[in-house]
């Protein structure tokens, strides 16, 4: 063990360097992770996990909350033991000490918040077109981006808490839903034996798989919060319990909101439409206008997506700023504005996701690239956990149940391998992604400084 691992065991504290503020405390910190998950499936991939699996598509929910919830586990783990900007990539150079290694998880990191985005402004663009059906989805999609990259350049404390009033809004549109399902019930409209019910034929296990690899989706974000740990007051503590809590509200929500559009719309209906939520507001069986409703569901549904969206824009300019600190990409995008904000970063996020939105990959492609990267990352996160418990244990930190997370990198591995063979196109977009990655790794190598020793990143063992 270094002398630094041995100072951080003492005070596993966040960097007295930072020139990041921290502002976020436990109660903000858990309405982040709830908010950046929620938003990110329920309102928009839901119609796509029906058709993958049928009427039993709740249970690809179920399964997918509980392989992300262990993966959790290992990264309230590590927080406790690294309080630092940068998560997984730090993590894993913690664990193998490979700066090659640390630069590609970096990127892949980013790549995969830079695909969600993109698929979220698509899902975003739906929704909004149920208001306004002239409008070029496109061009809402670029100007939803754009918002959100001025949000986050005023600062990180007022990002969060629009997040936690976003949340109690997106919030408040599932109980909605809740709502029409109780009512649909109690009229004696629903159909319960739907639950049972696989679209796949002699292969259920099949069609669970690609609900589960789907739904995995609805499941990421979680990992967005290990990148302003540097930014959260009292990490060691409030970590832990902010992650798991916000990801287990999120997981009993999924499946309960799932269920209940399964019995009150018919399975056919929800696969077939674009936003699927909306259509079991289209029941109309509240005692409201339902050109009131839907009008209100679609707002509600576009600031959900926004919440996630706007967790996506914050973590991509912290991974950015804590990378360029130890010069795995170009320095300049650890430059911060007068409000402490990395507004290079900001900015180069906000034209990489343009990027993609004027590529031809739609809300299922880029969905499909998120799952890929976050799959790879959390089955590496987790294998770190697992070789820097052996290294280096944090007295009073939190320590996962090491059986468990055995069983996420087999089922983390097991998914992204679906996802391969299901569809192979969308590595071309993985690569071009970590193109662009390889391109600022050899403008560093170039340019950057020459001041610290080949793989030895010494400010992460700061």
């Given at each position: 063990?270094?002398?630094?691992?041995?100072?951080?065991?003492?005070?596993?504290?966040?960097?007295?360097?930072?020139?990041?503020?921290?502002?976020?405390?436990?109660?903000?910190?858990?309405?982040?992770?709830?908010?950046?998950?929620?938003?990110?499936?329920?309102?928009?991939?839901?119609?796509?996990?029906?058709?993958?699996?049928?009427?039993?598509?709740?249970?690809?929910?179920?399964?997918?909350?509980?392989?992300?919830?262990?993966?959790?586990?290992?990264?309230?783990?590590?927080v406790?033991?690294?309080?630092?900007?940068?998560?997984?990539?730090?993590?894993?150079?913690?664990?193998?000490?490979?700066?090659?290694?640390?630069?590609?998880?970096?990127?892949?990191?980013?790549?995969?918040?830079?695909?969600?985005?993109?698929?979220?402004?698509?899902?975003?663009?739906?929704?909004?077109?149920?208001?306004?059906?002239?409008?070029?989805?496109?061009?809402?999609?670029l100007?939803?981006?754009?918002?959100?990259?001025?949000?986050?350049?005023?600062?990180?404390?007022?990002?969060?808490?629009?997040?936690?009033?976003?949340?109690?809004?997106?919030?408040?549109?599932?109980?909605?839903?809740?709502?029409i399902?109780?009512?649909?019930?109690?009229?004696?409209?629903?159909?319960?034996?739907?639950?049972t019910?696989?679209?796949?034929?002699?292969?259920?296990?099949?069609?669970?798989?690609?609900?589960?690899?789907?739904?995995?989706?609805?499941?990421?974000?979680?990992?967005?919060?290990?990148?302003?740990?540097?930014?959260?007051?009292?990490?060691?503590?409030?970590f832990?319990?902010?992650?798991?809590?916000?990801?287990?509200?999120a997981?009993?929500?999924?499946?309960?909101?799932?269920?209940?559009?399964?019995?009150?719309?018919?399975?056919?209906?929800?696969?077939?439409?674009e936003?699927?939520?909306?259509?079991?507001v289209?029941?109309?069986?509240?005692?409201?206008?339902?050109?009131?409703?839907?009008?209100?569901?679609?707002?509600?549904?576009?600031?959900?997506?926004?919440?996630?969206?706007?967790?996506?824009?914050?973590?991509?300019?912290?991974?950015?700023?804590?990378?360029?600190?130890?010069?795995?990409?170009?320095?300049?995008?650890?430059?911060?504005?007068?409000?402490?904000?990395?507004?290079?970063?900001?900015?180069?996020?906000?034209?990489?996701?343009?990027?993609?939105?004027?590529?031809?990959?739609?809300?299922?492609?880029?969905?499909?690239?998120t799952?890929?990267?976050?799959?790879?990352?959390?089955?590496?996160?987790?294998?770190?956990?697992?070789?820097?418990?052996?290294?280096?244990?944090?007295?009073?930190?939190?320590?996962?149940?090491?059986?468990?997370?055995?069983?996420?990198?087999?089922?983390?591995?097991?998914?992204?391998?679906?996802?391969?063979?299901?569809?192979?196109?969308s590595l071309?977009?993985?690569?071009?992604?970590?193109?662009?990655?390889?391109?600022?790794?050899?403008?560093?190598?170039?340019?950057?400084?020459?001041?610290?020793?080949?793989?030895?990143?010494?400010?992460?063992?700061?």
């Amino acid at each position: 063990m270094t002398s630094d691992t041995a100072t951080l065991d003492e005070s596993p504290s966040p960097n007295e360097d930072s020139e990041l503020n921290q502002s976020i405390s436990g109660k903000l910190l858990y309405f982040y992770v709830l908010g950046d998950v929620l938003g990110s499936g329920i309102y928009v991939l839901i119609g796509l996990v029906a058709a993958a699996v049928g009427g039993a598509f709740w249970t690809a929910f179920a399964v997918g909350v509980t392989v992300a919830t262990i993966t959790g586990l290992a990264y309230a783990e590590l927080v406790t033991k690294y309080p630092q900007a940068a998560g997984a990539a730090l993590y894993v150079h913690k664990a193998f000490g490979k700066k090659p290694l640390t630069f590609f998880i970096t990127f892949c990191m980013l790549s995969a918040s830079f695909a969600a985005a993109g698929s979220l402004a698509n899902g975003f663009a739906k929704y909004f077109n149920e208001i306004w059906k002239e409008a070029p989805s496109l061009i809402v999609a670029l100007g939803f981006i754009v918002m959100l990259a001025i949000i986050n350049a005023i600062g990180i404390t007022e990002s969060v808490v629009a997040n936690m009033v976003m949340t109690f809004i997106e919030v408040a549109g599932l109980i909605i839903v809740l709502i029409i399902g109780a009512i649909v019930v109690s009229k004696g409209d629903s159909n319960f034996n739907v639950l049972t019910e696989f679209s796949v034929g002699d292969n259920p296990a099949l069609g669970l798989l690609a609900g589960v690899a789907l739904s995995f989706f609805a499941m990421t974000g979680f990992e967005n919060a290990a990148n302003v740990a540097e930014e959260t007051r009292d990490p060691v503590r409030t970590f832990p319990k902010a992650l798991i809590a916000g990801m287990a509200t999120a997981g009993v929500l999924y499946v309960v909101i799932a269920i209940t559009a399964a019995i009150s719309v018919p399975i056919a209906k929800l696969s077939e439409s674009e936003a699927a939520l909306m259509e079991v507001v289209r029941t109309d069986v509240l005692p409201i206008s339902l050109e009131v409703m839907t009008t209100m569901f679609a707002i509600i549904a576009m600031v959900a997506i926004t919440n996630t969206c706007l967790v996506c824009l914050v973590t991509e300019s912290r991974i950015l700023y804590g990378m360029a600190r130890e010069d795995v990409v170009p320095g300049f995008f650890a430059k911060v504005s007068g409000r402490q904000v990395p507004w290079i970063a900001t900015i180069f996020s906000l034209l990489v996701i343009g990027g993609l939105l004027v590529s031809p990959a739609d809300l299922e492609k880029l969905a499909n690239v998120t799952v890929l990267f976050t799959l790879l990352i959390y089955a590496l996160v987790i294998v770190s956990a697992i070789k820097l418990d052996k290294d280096d244990r944090t007295s009073g930190g939190f320590r996962a149940p090491r059986a468990l997370l055995y069983v996420g990198i087999i089922a983390n591995f097991v998914i992204l391998g679906y996802v391969i063979w299901d569809d192979s196109s969308s590595l071309i977009y993985c690569a071009a992604l970590l193109g662009i990655g390889l391109v600022l790794f050899v403008i560093e190598r170039l340019t950057g400084s020459r001041d610290r020793s080949g793989d030895d990143l010494k400010d992460l063992e700061a």
